[in-house]
């Protein structure tokens, strides 16, 4: 038997398990502090920790230890335990009292054994098979069941073979051996449910993180997915940056906490999105709202061309006495009331011929025209990168030198000041207002994130968000901060913004552009002070771009990348990254 000479070390010894306990994070390296512990504490050769699984009503071996047969199964050993876990109930219903775990489990008792080959009551028949095919003897056994504060089952303890070191013997477990391991699986079952509750809120604070993503991709069927690919894309390039050994950037580093708050705001940077209208972010052509007006102004065309078939036929009609145009052509021209062209769009004239073959012909004109002129504000719907002058000021003519009579019977112009105004963007399909709107997503998205109370491990999660629509020049919005005033992280899920958005093919407005395409205006963003320059060298030096290509882009974008004609490509980017 252990004497209690010891019992004050072995206390303090116990004391400072505990504190050790409160402090570990990771639940692997948890439970086996524990079972070293237990074992350590009470000089036991062996020893296997079960935890409960409630909903299977079983035991599940997570860690176990053998000193003699040098076996570690389970927590950070890298082994998997393949052994079958103890139930406590059979198939009836019946529960299991038969097994020295599931009995001390089903009671709440500890159960001390001096003997499993000479107890009674037990089934040992397992630890016999294994004793004989190990070369084992398994002698004394101390089960412990782990009981949280509220007296919820945890988890079971179970060492085995108490050593005796002044005699170098295996003995039974002593009494004081049985109140520590007590005292230690209690400390251990609240330290577990503590972890096991602080595990549980921070995957249902990232449920909810998830949550909102769902929201605003399933708001757009065009933006699906945005919300998950830039956080992978700003991971990627952060451990690009994280193995770095040169340049300005080698210094920087990442532990598990700073990666898990990144990746925390990168699933938040665009949360402001849940209160953009979704007509706005589903504008997939110049004219859409909740519907594309091209719609409309078909509809208009459409009355035009009916109008000059009627004046058309009312001209060919033979001459009314009571008319006092005297000829067909003057008829024509008189009823071409509304809608007709201004001087050079559709004009007859000419002296002499068949009347009637010249309004036949001048008709055919009109339409013509009118087709050509639906045809090009078709085509100037559709977004672009850059419009030309001369098609803004064609949409310009059109707008006034047609006339329709509206629903009011007065003659209005052809397009209104609005229809105008969004048929001449030059860039994409956004107005200046509408773009403003987009942009007002990144204040929401800072209101929303600075009003949370954020823990210390999370506290750079709104700056880090706040930051993808930022320049280094200074230029960016809505702080206008410089690349100076801003961290690498924010940075970096800058660029990780803008290369999803330039690869995606889920835009209304737009194709995803190629590797090639998508580097060489990255690279001209670097040129020009809008990302960060070193992060774009990382970028390219460590083909962060074509592991995320390989990732996420359909091989048709996944082009063959010549580096050489990237602009912003330098030497050191450039020696590496081929």
């Given at each position: 038997?252990?004497?209690?000479?010891?019992?004050?070390?072995?206390?303090?010894?116990?004391?400072?398990?505990?504190?050790?306990?409160?402090?570990?994070?990771?639940?692997?390296?948890?439970?086996?502090?524990?079972?070293?512990a237990?074992?350590?504490?009470?000089?036991?050769?062996?020893?296997?920790?079960?935890?409960?699984?409630p909903?299977?009503?079983?035991?599940?071996?997570?860690i176990?230890?053998?000193?003699?047969?040098?076996?570690?199964?389970?927590?950070?050993s890298?082994?998997?335990?393949?052994?079958?876990?103890?139930?406590?109930?059979?198939?009836?219903?019946?529960?299991?009292?038969?097994?020295?775990?599931?009995?001390?489990?089903?009671?709440?008792?500890?159960?001390?054994?001096?003997?499993?080959?000479?107890?009674?009551?037990?089934?040992?028949?397992?630890?016999?098979?294994?004793?004989?095919?190990?070369?084992?003897?398994?002698?004394?056994?101390?089960?412990?069941?782990?009981?949280?504060?509220?007296?919820?089952?945890?988890?079971?303890?179970?060492?085995?073979?108490?050593?005796?070191?002044?005699?170098?013997?295996?003995?039974?477990?002593?009494?004081?051996?049985?109140?520590?391991?007590?005292?230690?699986?209690?400390?251990?079952?609240?330290?577990?449910?503590?972890?096991?509750?602080?595990?549980?809120l921070?995957?249902?604070?990232?449920?909810?993180?998830?949550?909102?993503?769902t929201?605003?991709?399933?708001?757009?069927?065009?933006?699906?997915?945005?919300?998950?690919?830039?956080?992978?894309?700003?991971?990627?390039?952060?451990?690009a940056?994280?193995?770095?050994?040169?340049?300005?950037?080698?210094?920087?580093?990442?532990?598990?906490?700073?990666?898990?708050?990144?990746?925390?705001?990168?699933?938040?940077?665009?949360?402001?999105?849940?209160?953009?209208?979704?007509?706005?972010?589903?504008?997939?052509?110049?004219?859409?709202?909740?519907?594309?007006r091209?719609?409309?102004?078909?509809?208009?065309?459409?009355?035009?061309?009916?109008?000059?078939?009627i004046?058309?036929?009312?001209?060919?009609?033979?001459?009314?006495?009571?008319?006092?145009?005297?000829s067909?052509?003057?008829?024509?021209?008189?009823?071409?009331?509304?809608?007709?062209?201004?001087?050079?769009?559709?004009?007859?004239?000419?002296?002499?011929?068949?009347?009637m073959?010249?309004?036949?012909?001048?008709?055919?004109?009109?339409?013509?025209q009118?087709?050509?002129?639906?045809?090009?504000?078709?085509?100037?719907?559709?977004?672009?990168?850059?419009?030309?002058?001369?098609?803004?000021?064609?949409?310009?003519?059109?707008?006034?030198?047609?006339?329709?009579?509206?629903?009011?019977?007065?003659?209005?112009?052809?397009?209104?000041?609005?229809?105008?105004?969004?048929?001449?963007?030059?860039?994409?399909?956004?107005?200046?207002?509408e773009?403003?709107?987009?942009?007002?997503?990144i204040?929401?998205?800072?209101?929303?994130?600075?009003?949370l109370?954020?823990?210390?491990?999370?506290?750079?999660?709104?700056?880090?968000?706040?930051?993808?629509?930022?320049?280094?020049?200074?230029?960016?919005?809505?702080?206008?901060?410089?690349?100076?005033?801003?961290?690498?992280?924010?940075?970096?899920?800058?660029?990780?913004?803008?290369?999803?958005?330039?690869?995606?093919?889920?835009?209304?407005?737009?194709?995803?552009?190629?590797?090639?395409?998508?580097?060489?205006?990255?690279?001209?963003?670097?040129?020009?002070?809008?990302?960060?320059?070193?992060?774009?060298?990382?970028?390219?030096r460590?083909?962060?771009?074509?592991?995320?290509?390989?990732?996420?882009?359909?091989?048709?974008?996944?082009?063959?990348?010549?580096?050489?004609?990237?602009?912003?490509?330098?030497?050191?980017?450039?020696?590496?990254?081929?």
């Amino acid at each position: 038997m252990h004497s209690s000479d010891n019992l004050i070390p072995r206390l303090k010894e116990l004391n400072e398990i505990g504190i050790a306990l409160s402090q570990q994070r990771d639940l692997n390296s948890l439970l086996e502090t524990i079972l070293i512990a237990a074992k350590r504490l009470t000089h036991a050769d062996a020893g296997t920790l079960y935890l409960y699984q409630p909903e299977q009503q079983i035991l599940r071996f997570e860690i176990v230890r053998n000193d003699t047969q040098k076996t570690a199964m389970g927590g950070t050993s890298g082994v998997a335990i393949r052994y079958e876990p103890v139930r406590l109930y059979d198939d009836a219903g019946n529960p299991n009292h038969a097994m020295v775990v599931s009995h001390a489990a089903l009671t709440g008792e500890t159960i001390n054994i001096p003997d499993a080959y000479a107890a009674e009551g037990y089934d040992f028949s397992g630890t016999k098979r294994y004793d004989a095919k190990h070369g084992y003897r398994s002698h004394s056994f101390l089960t412990v069941p782990m009981r949280n504060h509220e007296n919820e089952l945890i988890g079971v303890l179970q060492l085995i073979n108490a050593w005796d070191r002044s005699t170098s013997t295996i003995v039974p477990f002593s009494i004081d051996d049985q109140q520590l391991l007590e005292s230690l699986a209690s400390q251990a079952a609240i330290a577990l449910t503590n972890r096991r509750l602080v595990q549980q809120l921070e995957e249902l604070f990232e449920a909810f993180v998830q949550l909102i993503n769902t929201a605003i991709d399933d708001k757009s069927a065009y933006t699906g997915g945005h919300c998950d690919r830039v956080p992978e894309l700003t991971m990627m390039l952060a451990e690009a940056v994280n193995r770095t050994k040169q340049g300005p950037l080698k210094d920087f580093a990442m532990t598990d906490k700073d990666r898990h708050e990144l990746k925390i705001a990168g699933l938040l940077h665009d949360c402001g999105k849940v209160t953009t209208p979704v007509h706005v972010v589903d504008k997939a052509t110049k004219l859409q709202t909740l519907f594309d007006r091209i719609q409309l102004i078909d509809t208009r065309f459409e009355v035009l061309k009916r109008d000059a078939e009627i004046a058309m036929l009312r001209a060919s009609l033979p001459p009314n006495p009571s008319d006092k145009t005297t000829s067909h052509s003057t008829r024509w021209e008189s009823q071409q009331v509304a809608g007709y062209p201004a001087s050079g769009r559709g004009e007859y004239g000419g002296q002499g011929g068949d009347e009637m073959a010249i309004i036949q012909s001048q008709y055919k004109a009109r339409i013509k025209q009118l087709d050509e002129d639906r045809e090009f504000l078709r085509h100037c719907n559709i977004g672009c990168e850059s419009m030309p002058e001369a098609e803004q000021l064609r949409i310009r003519e059109i707008a006034t030198s047609y006339q329709w009579c509206d629903i009011d019977s007065s003659l209005s112009n052809f397009l209104s000041d609005n229809e105008v105004e969004n048929l001449t963007i030059r860039s994409g399909t956004l107005t200046a207002a509408e773009r403003e709107i987009i942009n007002h997503h990144i204040v929401v998205t800072i209101k929303m994130l600075e009003s949370l109370p954020w823990p210390k491990h999370l506290k750079n999660v709104p700056e880090y968000a706040a930051g993808h629509h930022e320049r280094m020049d200074g230029k960016g919005y809505p702080r206008g901060l410089t690349g100076d005033q801003m961290s690498v992280q924010a940075k970096v899920m800058g660029i990780a913004d803008i290369f999803e958005a330039l690869t995606a093919k889920d835009r209304p407005y737009k194709k995803g552009k190629t590797l090639t395409e998508s580097l060489t205006i990255l690279g001209k963003f670097k040129l020009n002070g809008h990302i960060d320059p070193n992060l774009f060298d990382v970028f390219i030096r460590e083909k962060v771009y074509l592991d995320y290509a390989e990732k996420f882009l359909p091989p048709e974008q996944i082009d063959e990348v010549d580096l050489s004609k990237i602009p912003g490509i330098t030497l050191d980017s450039f020696s590496q990254a081929n």
